[in-house]
């Protein structure tokens, strides 16, 4: 049997800006195709594909999706599976963690990305968070597997004396370890400007959830929206990135999409967070 090739397409010298810095990557987050995802991955990769996306994240697919359905998908439409993000009960026992991995290692998948804190948001709770997400990136890295945290809008809330759920994971997690995924409109919910916020994480931080809506009287009633059309100034945000220098990656992606996933990729698709 040959060995699954989720390689394909992967830009290791991507496009230069006219600044001389690399242009990102540009990738798809397949949650916003919902259902469809599980009922036919085939055509949900094959559209990314056509659409000329770099690469693919997928939700938490483990173990609904079985790994020769990704494996002949990706082989077939030439673009490769770079991430997969799990809740944090996948990484939260050590059982669940290997389950997660065995999985990584079948689709040749070498980023997991994790998010949520272990319970309710608390200066304990963001330490026990740390602790888990440091056992998690130990193990990570012996598979050879990148360990990134996703962060939330509450994370970048302070309690009542200003402390940050976020900036303690970032001073209790192990840099070698342990690296951070941005979300842009999580951040601009939670209170801090995209921009401002890729500062707090340094060199830690090079892979961007891309987002856009209107923001609403709170995070829980955001009106998620092709890129450009909601409260998030992506354009700044995609400059700074550019800025930086370093070779990023930036994932497009809706929660709860109002239009059509089809639609919505065409919309938000590879060129528009560039243009």
Not at 94 to 114: A, F, G, P, Q, R
Not at 246 to 258: I, S
Request: overall charge negative.
């Amino acid at each position: 049997m040959n060995e699954p090739n989720n390689s394909f397409n992967v830009k290791e010298s991507p496009e230069v800006c006219a600044n001389g810095h690399p242009k990102p990557l540009v990738g798809a987050q397949l949650i916003i195709w919902g259902n469809d995802l599980f009922l036919d991955f085939n055509k949900v990769v094959a559209f990314c594909s056509k659409v000329r996306y770099s690469f693919i994240e997928a939700p938490d697919i483990i173990p609904d999706i079985p790994a020769d359905i990704v494996n002949n998908a990706v082989s077939r439409y030439k673009i490769p599976l770079y991430a997969i993000h799990v809740g944090f009960p996948s990484i939260e026992t050590n059982d669940n963690l290997e389950c997660t991995l065995k999985y990584l290692n079948k689709v040749k998948t070498k980023v997991l990305i994790s998010s949520g804190i272990a319970h309710d948001p608390s200066r304990n709770e963001y330490d026990q968070t740390a602790d888990i997400l440091n056992r998690t990136g130990t193990r990570c890295q012996l598979e050879g597997v990148q360990l990134y945290y996703h962060t939330f809008w509450w994370e970048f809330l302070g309690d009542e004396e200003g402390h940050r759920g976020i900036d303690r994971l970032i001073e209790n997690t192990d840099a070698s370890l342990v690296k951070f995924n941005l979300d842009i409109c999580w951040s601009k919910a939670g209170g801090l400007d995209p921009c401002k916020a890729m500062n707090l994480f340094g060199d830690r931080c090079d892979y961007f959830h891309v987002k856009d809506g209107h923001l609403g009287l709170s995070p829980d009633h955001i009106k998620w929206l092709p890129l450009g059309e909601g409260d998030i100034d992506v354009k700044s945000f995609i400059r700074k990135v550019i800025d930086c220098g370093k070779c990023c990656r930036v994932v497009v992606e809706q929660d709860e999409p109002h239009i059509s996933p089809k639609t919505s990729e065409v919309l938000c698709g590879p060129e528009r967070p560039l243009q």
